[in-house]
């Protein structure tokens, strides 16, 4: 009789590699359980229990770092720009930056039907597939109308309404593009829904915003910046340009753009910016200077360029 096989052996194998699988989709490329989920082909309850077991048996190795220099950046950061709260992550992963936009809102305590704005961009659209805590009884609203775009990370509805279900809040979606013209922009200031949103823009209590980089010949294309304007441009916050000392740069039709104001994103009381990349050190330093973001969710690469350029252009007027 030849040698004994084990019956287990394949199944082993098989739940190893499935393990393997999910760990390398969730830690190594940051996306959400859920999309790993959808991308293997099993629910989300299974993807958990994977990535359980795959840290049992030594697949993925948790490594807990000192974040005494993390932490320091951060007070650094506060110190040297008008913030009131900074999270710096030694990892620029979405899921990493989800959970500190979590944290924020969760020590936030906000009320019971507090308004929650939401944004767009790749980094936003991140974080919310990436989860936020609950927060029954909330209303989600977008900052702004929709975008000319069909990528994923244009659908600011799409994402009010993911945001909602995770928190067990209200959507309110907004049906209007964010710059119409001249004619839609008057009827939309009539209608019903369109007021109900703007009424919630007055009382936002948080909002997740992405900080965009400006890329000076396609925005300016788009937008119709003359050349002297756009080369000062640092950034935008929902559409609002900015240089690199918070200055606004109006643009030729701003006035019929549907997103909440400069103004009201200055009263939103926790108004949290994520960004991360070296392109957005200017951008970030000029939306904490103007003011439409209070607290920032970044990496510490990140946030370590914005220290060396405060470093080498030297202090702002910041009034």
């Known amino acids: 009789m030849g040698p004994m096989t084990d019956p287990t052996r394949p199944t082993r194998l098989m739940n190893r590699s499935l393990m393997h699988t999910a760990a390398r989709l969730h830690y190594v490329e940051g996306i959400s359980q859920m999309e790993t989920a959808r991308r293997m082909q099993v629910s989300t309850a299974t993807v958990s229990r994977l990535l359980s077991r795959a840290r049992d048996e030594g697949i993925v190795r948790i490594q807990v770092i000192d974040l005494d220099e993390a932490d320091e950046i951060g007070d650094r950061l506060r110190a040297a720009l008008p913030l009131r709260q900074v999270r710096v992550l030694e990892s620029d992963r979405v899921a990493a930056l989800a959970s500190q936009v979590g944290a924020l809102l969760a020590e936030a305590a906000l009320p019971r039907g507090a308004v929650l704005a939401v944004g767009w961009g790749r980094t936003v659209q991140g974080v919310i597939s990436a989860g ?15 975008m000319h775009q069909t990528a994923s990370h244009f659908q600011i509805n799409e994402f009010v309404r993911m945001a909602a279900e995770q928190m067990a809040a209200e959507p ?17 200031l009539r209608d019903p829904q369109m007021a109900h949103v703007m009424k919630c823009w007055d009382r936002v209590d948080a909002a997740i915003v992405g900080i965009g980089a400006f890329r000076s010949a396609a925005s300016r294309r788009e937008v119709g910046f003359p050349a002297d304007r756009a080369d000062r441009i640092a950034g935008d916050v929902v559409r609002h340009y ?15 753009l549907m997103a909440m104001s400069c103004a009201q994103l200055r009263r939103v009381p926790l108004g949290i910016g994520v960004a991360t990349g070296r392109d957005k050190v200017d951008a970030i330093i000029g939306a904490a200077r103007s003011r439409m973001i209070n607290a920032l969710v970044t990496d510490t690469r990140t946030a370590g360029a914005v220290l060396d350029a405060l470093d080498l252009t030297g202090p702002e007027d910041m009034a």
Do not use: C, K
Request: charged letters at 15%; glycine letters at 10%.
């Open 242 to 256: 900015f240089d690199v000392t918070g200055a606004e740069i109006a643009w030729p039709g701003q006035d019929r």
């Open 172 to 188: 309110r979606l907004l049906y209007a593009p964010s710059l119409p013209s001249p004619e839609l922009h008057a009827a939309l």
């Open 132 to 146: 936020l805590p609950a927060l029954p009884g909330a209303v989600v609203v977008p900052t702004t109308g929709g």
